[in-house]
């Protein structure tokens, strides 16, 4: 399942209740990113 989360109101939307708009459906704001997941990645020096 695809996650957004809205810049503007801060509220998680599921791609299912987007439908094909790029607007948040809550409050009409326009930017608009992407859930992802907190993933810590350690690279090594060489």
């Known amino acids: 399942m695809v996650e957004f989360v809205c810049m503007t109101c801060g509220r998680t939307i599921k791609k299912d209740e987007m439908g094909r708009r790029t607007r948040c459906p809550y409050c009409g704001g326009k930017i608009i990113l992407?859930?992802?997941p907190k993933?810590?990645?350690t690279v090594k020096a060489i």
Request: proline content about 0%; charged content about 65%.
């Open 39 to 41: 993933i810590v990645k």
């Open 34 to 36: 992407k859930k992802r």
